[in-house]
Each structure stands twice: as structure tokens, then as C-alpha cells.
Nanobody, 114 residues
Framework: QVQLVESGGGLVQPGGSLRLSCAAS????????MGWYRQAPGKQRELVAR???????NYADSVRGRFTISRDNAKNSMYLQMSSLKPEDTAVYYC????????WGQGTQVTVSS
């Protein structure tokens, strides 16, 4: 079972930036499409960015043009560069395969507030 550890969240003002990181415990990571998900209070978890094995990306409409997903297969790692953050981006962010595995990491909290 692959373990996923997310980091890099925090409190940021509207318009600010953050870079999230995801570390996978196994090289099985490199043979899967991966994604960043988020869950805001009272809402369902949603996929906001996805990257294929070959590096193709796609984004939810709500984050397109502001977020950039990337991966480093040599390091079993994935990243999410977030810019022009808005209060509605506030959520716990998770990384997982896309479609997701059944096991999730603890996530990293992103709070956008002045």
C-alpha cells in the first residue's frame, strides 16, 4: 500500500502563493496518473488538478490559470504551485492517484484569509 504525505500548506493572504508537495512511499507512483484533491468544510472532496504518467495536465475550471501541477518521478514526488489564491481555495488538500486509491494521506491545510 502506497503511503502519501502532503506538506506545504499554511495561512496566506488573498492573492498570495503556496507550493504544496506530495511524497509517495513507493515507486508504484510513477505508473499512475496522479491528482491533487481538496475538501472544503461541508463540501465533498473534489479533484482540482491531474497529471498523467507522461506529464499531461488538466485542471478544474475553478483553478485553471492559477494552479500548476507537476511531478518528479525520480523522487516519487508531486507538486502543486498555487498562485492568485482566493478565500474559496481554503480547504484541506490531498494528493492521490487519479482515479484515487482507497487510502488517503492526512492532507495539508490551506487557508486563504486576510
Amino acid at each position: 500500500q502506497v503511503q502519501l504525505v502532503e506538506s506545504g500548506g499554511g495561512l496566506v493572504q488573498p492573492g498570495g502563493s503556496l507550493r504544496l508537495s506530495c511524497a509517495a512511499s513507493s515507486s508504484i507512483f510513477i505508473i499512475h496518473d496522479m491528482g491533487w484533491y481538496r475538501q472544503a468544510p461541508g463540501k465533498q472532496r473534489e479533484l482540482v488538478a491531474r497529471i498523467t504518467i507522461g506529464g499531461r495536465t488538466n485542471y478544474a475550471d475553478s483553478v485553471r490559470g492559477r494552479f500548476t501541477i507537476s511531478r518528479d518521478n525520480a523522487k516519487n514526488s508531486m507538486y502543486l504551485q498555487m498562485s492568485s489564491l482566493k478565500p474559496e481555495d481554503t480547504a484541506v488538500y490531498y494528493c492521490n492517484a487519479a482515479p484515487s486509491w482507497s487510502s488517503w494521506g492526512q492532507g495539508t491545510q490551506v487557508t486563504v484569509s486576510s
